[in-house]
């Protein structure tokens, strides 16, 4: 059946899968197993098994990552054996900064393949592109052995359904003993794995290196005599970013309107928020309107570069890089691929800034998405899910290991020169590298940066501030069909009249309006069907 790019992108996933399918995604489950929150809870998780060989210098918590401040001197070579089955393997992604050489062209490319033992052939997009792509694939049908499934796809308990292997009797329990570096993955990051009453992906861990506040250029806040900015409310966070703007010299505070970080001052909801079991949305909350407010008067202050409403993200990290912007709001994650992009020179420093209350006091940062993305496989794959989650496993070889060495950094002398102990990437090494294996499967972040003991010094430190008043987002394992059909529809629908708030093209009233909007389109029902699953789950 013939299905056309507008069908991918005007009917999204769903509308692709019923095209392969010939049923809706749900309907067209054939096992007995239900997608339900019941069925979903008494699935046994894959036993937690921390991988014990490596030391940290800064430790962390169950929630602050651990920190190094130097590669160890002596990777432990963790794997013995090739993961591959001699056959090539396939798997599509996206990728974060700009496409890397064909792997013809690619020796990190080349070498990897020697390792795992299989070529691996990778099908790559751009982050603005990838879900077109992955859209555009399901729909013909034409699938690769390891899928990266974003979280927000609409009806993943169907698709994976009727797509991919369940591979709860690999991973359930201590069966994942077998994968000791999945095994190495914490308990909590699998609930997002679970459909249907099974197992049926490996989750890319984010959670705390997910978590986003105010990153800012040290350095050139110190060229204007500013050092360790601590803003105490909104006003002084609004005096700092005027400070830091110079419209005449093309010089910008932020690359976009910090509403998050606004949000988080006012104590407003990570998304959803349950209180004994009664789910409310951050939309519905009372300073919903000062917050736009207060966004609004940044943007009438020209602190926020004009372009923040008409460019993509890679342009707002162009700016930030290239010092048109001293403030982004980003994560971790990020703060790292900045000091990967750098293009200023050594002097170039990142930080972060806590959140203060907007009154004063102290701000509610909120915890990141717990799950990059889920990877899952191909049922009608060659290769058996054995091999599959073997390849995963050496994908999730903690810092410090000499599968993580080379999987980051490449090959010596060409991707990397060592200092002292420490990998720096060479600008090959930074080109090359970036074919997207992090989203097969990955271990928890560890804060690093080679050759700057300092950059995880400031990560942890942030991260403990962060610690004891991170706000989590209660819907998070919890699976709500109507969720899944329209809330990226609502949420753009939301995000764009908040653009044209803070723009000054509407007026902030009209928010209480939208929100009623939003509540009798589907918001009320996400709510009931959250509320349903917290009951079913007891919470767990």
């Known amino acids: 059946m013939p299905v056309s790019r507008r069908t991918f992108l005007g009917g999204g996933l769903a509308a692709a899968a019923v095209a392969v399918t010939g049923t809706p995604l749900l309907a067209g489950c054939a ?7 019941a069925a979903n809870a008494a699935v046994k998780l894959p036993t937690y098994t921390k991988y014990g060989e490596i030391k940290p210098d800064l430790p962390g918590t169950d929630v602050v990552l651990d920190g190094f401040l130097k590669y160890p001197a002596n990777p432990v070579k963790a794997i013995a054996e090739a993961p591959g089955d001699g056959k090539p393997i396939t798997f599509m992604t996206n990728i974060p900064g700009a496409i890397p050489p064909a792997a013809d062209r690619n020796q990190f490319w080349q070498e990897l393949n020697k390792r795992l033992g299989s070529e691996l052939q990778i099908s790559m997009a751009s982050n603005d592109e990838y879900k077109d792509k992955f859209a555009t ?4 049908g034409d699938l690769p052995d390891i899928l990266n499934i974003p979280t927000d796809t609409p009806q993943i308990p169907g698709l994976v359904k009727s797509k991919c292997m369940d591979l709860t009797e690999h991973l359930s329990g201590d069966a994942i003993s077998k994968y000791p570096f999945l095994a190495n993955i914490p308990t909590e990051f699998w609930k997002g794995c679970v459909f249907n009453g ?11 290196s997910r978590t986003s506040g105010t990153l800012y250029r040290e350095d050139l806040l110190a060229a204007k005599g500013i050092k360790d900015p601590a803003p105490k409310n909104f006003q002084e966070f609004f005096d700092l970013a005027k400070e830091m703007t110079a419209a005449k010299q093309n010089k910008w505070a932020w690359t976009r309107v910090p509403m998050s970080v606004i949000r988080m001052m006012l104590g407003i909801p990570n998304v959803w928020k349950s209180d004994g079991g009664k789910f409310t949305s951050m939309y519905e909350h009372e300073a919903q309107e000062q917050a736009l407010e207060a966004g609004r008067k940044m943007v009438a202050a020209g602190v926020v570069n004009p372009d923040a409403f008409n460019d993509k993200s890679s342009a707002r990290k162009q700016w930030f890089n290239g010092g048109i912007a001293a403030f982004d709001y980003d994560s971790t994650v990020a703060w790292n691929q900045y000091y990967s992009d750098n293009s200023a020179g050594d002097a170039f420093a990142v930080n972060m800034l806590d959140v203060p209350g907007f009154d004063g006091g102290e701000g509610a940062p909120w915890m990141g998405s717990a799950l990059n993305n889920v990877t899952s496989f191909n049922k009608d ?3 058996s899910a054995e091999t599959l989650l073997k390849i995963a496993n050496w994908m999730a070889a903690p810092f410090g290991t000499e599968e993580y060495m080379f999987r980051k950094y490449g090959i010596a002398g060409r991707h990397y020169t060592l200092k002292d102990t420490d990998p720096v990437p060479t600008k090959v090494g930074t080109v090359e590298t970036g074919i997207g294996l992090q989203y097969i499967s990955d271990s928890t972040l560890a804060l690093y940066w080679a050759g700057k003991p300092e950059v995880p010094q400031k990560q942890h430190a942030i991260q403990q501030k962060f610690e004891k008043r991170l706000v989590y987002d209660a819907s998070y394992g919890l699976y709500s069909d109507t969720a899944s059909k329209k809330q990226a529809q609502l949420t ?9 708030i803070v ?3 509407k007026p902030v009233s009209d928010w209480k309006a939208a929100v009623a909007t939003w509540k ?7 709510r ?8 079913d789950t007891a919470g767990k």
């Open 31 to 37: 096992s007995d197993k239900k997608n339900t929150a």
């Open 137 to 140: 694939r399901i729909a013909g």
């Open 198 to 208: 099974a197992i049926y992906g490996v989750p890319v861990p984010r959670g705390m």
């Open 381 to 383: 794959s060659q290769h």
């Open 492 to 500: 753009k629908t939301m995000n764009d009249l908040e653009s044209q």
């Open 503 to 505: 723009q000054g093209k």
């Open 520 to 526: 009798s389109s589907g918001g009320d029902k996400m």
């Open 528 to 535: 009931t069907e959250f509320e349903q699953a917290f009951a």
